[in-house]
């Protein structure tokens, strides 16, 4: 993918997009970054915000499961609980056993059936979203199979990565910048964590609301997002 600029806030800022290998189970996120910079020719700049995907991060971390490998077993529960759950384009979320399993365990089961019971009279009443408003971003961050994604992740179930916020902090260390923990796709974007503090989130979001890194065979799971001087 090519470089993309846009305007907010009466400013122009440039999103450089980052190719890098697949990052699998026990990769250096911070080297792994580096190397792909490094073989686009180019680096950061202390204006610049670091944008890395949340399954990039999760996968360094071994924050996945192989289905082919028979690594999840879902159960009862997790099996009628997926029937309920609305698929959208962006992905098949928790609406099978296998990812739902996934939010029982990292989310805890009471929380995902208070979940459950509110997201459904949320839909009596025509209210969206109050199922993962209550379950929380772990559960909205796992990620099913899904056939646009890049192998080995077409057949895994991925999940949140652990302390997003530490990872922001060590890679703004690491390159002089801004850095941030980004879940983006089609639907939109969402932060997940931000450093230094006092970087503008929202603008952060509405820079990257468009997509502008993709997501699957593009294997540009980091960029840069760089204000352009006047």
Not at 126 to 132: P, Q, V
């Amino acid at each position: 993918m090519q470089p993309s600029t846009i305007r907010a806030d009466s400013s122009d800022y440039e999103r450089i997009p980052v190719r890098t290998r697949l990052i699998l189970r026990g990769d250096s996120l911070a080297g792994t970054i580096e190397e792909g910079m490094k073989q686009a020719g180019v680096s950061t700049k202390p204006d610049d915000v670091l944008v890395v995907s949340e399954k990039a991060v999760g996968a360094s971390q071994g924050r996945y499961y192989l289905l082919d490998e028979d690594q999840i077993r879902p159960g009862p529960l997790a099996r009628f609980l997926s029937k309920f759950v609305t698929r959208t384009p962006a992905g098949i979320g928790l609406g099978m056993p296998e990812t739902m399993h996934c939010a029982l365990e990292e989310c805890g089961t009471a929380r995902i059936l208070l979940a459950a019971v509110v997201g459904a009279v949320g839909k009596l009443f025509g209210r969206k979203g109050d199922f993962y408003r209550i379950a929380g971003p772990k559960a909205r961050s796992i990620d099913g199979p899904t056939t646009g994604t890049i192998p080995p992740f077409n057949r895994a179930v991925s999940l949140a990565p652990l302390d997003p916020q530490g990872v922001a902090r060590r890679l703004a260390e690491r390159f002089s910048c801004g850095a941030a923990v980004v879940d983006v796709n089609d639907l939109g974007a969402n932060l997940l964590a931000i450093y230094p503090a006092d970087l503008d989130a929202d603008l952060l979001l509405s820079l990257l609301s468009d997509n502008p890194l993709g997501q699957g065979i593009q294997q540009t799971p980091v960029g840069i997002v760089r204000p352009i001087s006047p």
